[in-house]
């Protein structure tokens, strides 16, 4: 025998071993093809409810372990935790539904959980009871049988013979925490009572609301920023131009060589002239945008860039530059095309706005599928296909 080899009795084993698992998938298999056999001569046929429930007494006449039920009914059926099912009227109602096979789950009552969690749990669970079922009859019945199982956990019985009344609800007066928040409830309750005094006044004064403090900024909240930027309330680049602008818009960073074809602005027109008005702070620096891009006749394109802004100016202002040196106008794109046949390839004419973004995440996801969209969008709102405009088609494909 080879050092290292199989056996000759180990691969004696084997072979039988193999020859057994053939014998058993044949069987199987032929046992299978029986059932589906018998399955499809029965669903062929129109039959019974008896012939349902031998069919499935068939089914379970196997040696894989594998038991069916069925369960058939006129009036009701079971779905998830709830039984639906027809009164005498015709009308649904709805009862809870245990399988017979269900064990008593419920937390027990010597658990180390909190003891307040475990005095809400039979709370929760006869609130979730009551909206089950809609008889108050099955629901006193099902009570009942709930009951049993909480006391069978040792769930004490003064919490189902006594029933605390409801609070009422109070009016709240909610404020961040702060070094005076003490002195201000006092002085709240304290003068209070001014109001009601009034008797006019008195019927619209609710009572004396409840003081709630909510937590205020930390230092962590101080010296953290967000994962999501917030927009600066400040005026935008006021340096930069004659009059400050609002809040919103556009704005060339002013310094960089795309800041000559990138205009300053807050709003934007379409091609039928209708107003719209800039809802993001877009600069030279912004990535996913969708820019608005108009020629010397007034031409409108709108495209899109996942790069900063400057970077897809710069492109165009060279291919439309490049465009002079005797290429076709046929493979030219559309904006060099179009400056080549109209404006003698002169990209100063050129003017850009950012209208829209994309605030990307850690997350990241496709940024690239929601900028076609976004732009689709917009070239259909602007109506900037041509001959309105200089867009060429939609990309229908980010859609689907």
């Known amino acids: 025998m080879v050092e290292g080899g199989p056996s000759l009795s180990n691969q004696r084993k084997k072979d039988t071993l193999e020859e057994r698992m053939s014998d058993l998938k044949g069987q199987n298999d032929k046992a299978i093809q029986g059932k589906q056999e018998k399955k499809v001569n029965w669903m062929s046929q129109t039959g019974n409810w008896v012939e349902l429930l031998d069919f499935i007494k068939f089914l379970n006449t196997n040696q894989l372990n594998i038991k069916l039920t069925c369960h058939f009914d006129t009036n009701s059926v079971d779905f998830l935790d709830i039984t639906i099912k027809r009164d005498n009227f015709g009308m649904l109602q709805t009862d809870l539904f245990r399988k017979k096979t269900a064990v008593n789950s419920v937390l027990h009552a010597s658990s180390s959980h909190p003891k307040h969690v475990i005095n809400a749990i039979p709370i929760g669970q006869f609130l979730r009871l009551r909206r089950v079922c809609s008889s108050f009859e099955d629901f006193k019945m099902r009570a009942e049988e709930m009951k049993k199982r909480f006391l069978d956990r040792g769930t004490n019985n003064l919490i189902f013979s006594t029933s605390k009344p409801q609070k009422e609800v109070k009016t709240r007066f909610i404020t961040e925490y702060h070094s005076h928040w003490e002195l201000m409830r006092e002085i709240l309750s304290k003068h209070w009572s001014i109001l009601t005094s009034d008797p006019v006044l008195k019927q619209y004064v609710p009572e004396r609301p409840c003081v709630t403090a909510r937590r205020a900024r930390n230092l962590k909240d101080h010296l953290t920023k967000s994962f999501y930027p917030v927009n600066d309330q400040s005026l935008l680049f006021p340096s930069l131009v004659s009059k400050p602008i609002e809040k919103w818009g556009c704005a060339p960073c002013g310094n960089?060589?795309?800041?000559?074809?990138?205009?300053?602005?807050?709003?934007?027109?379409?091609?039928?002239?209708?107003p719209y008005k800039i809802t993001q702070t877009i600069t030279c620096n912004t990535k996913a945008v969708i820019?608005?891009?108009?020629?010397?006749c007034s031409k409108i394109y709108v495209g899109l860039t996942t790069r900063p802004l400057k970077l897809r100016v710069r492109e165009h202002v060279r291919d439309i530059r490049a465009a002079e040196k005797g290429e076709t106008v046929e493979h030219l794109k559309t904006l060099?095309?179009?400056?080549?046949?109209?404006?003698?390839?002169?990209?100063?004419?050129?003017?850009?706005?950012?209208?829209?973004?994309?605030?990307?995440?850690?997350?990241?996801?496709?940024?690239?599928?929601?900028?076609?969209?976004?732009?689709?969008?917009?070239?259909?709102?602007?109506?900037?296909?041509?001959?309105?405009?200089?867009n060429e088609a939609l990309n229908y494909s980010s859609f689907l």
């Open 291 to 296: 820019y608005h891009a108009t020629c010397p």
């Open 256 to 274: 960089c060589v795309a800041c000559p074809n990138i205009d300053c602005a807050t709003s934007f027109v379409g091609s039928d002239s209708k």
């Open 336 to 390: 060099p095309r179009h400056f080549k046949i109209h404006h003698g390839c002169d990209p100063t004419g050129l003017r850009v706005i950012g209208i829209d973004r994309i605030i990307t995440d850690l997350r990241g996801g496709s940024v690239s599928r929601r900028l076609a969209q976004k732009e689709s969008r917009w070239i259909w709102t602007l109506r900037t296909l041509q001959p309105l405009g200089l």
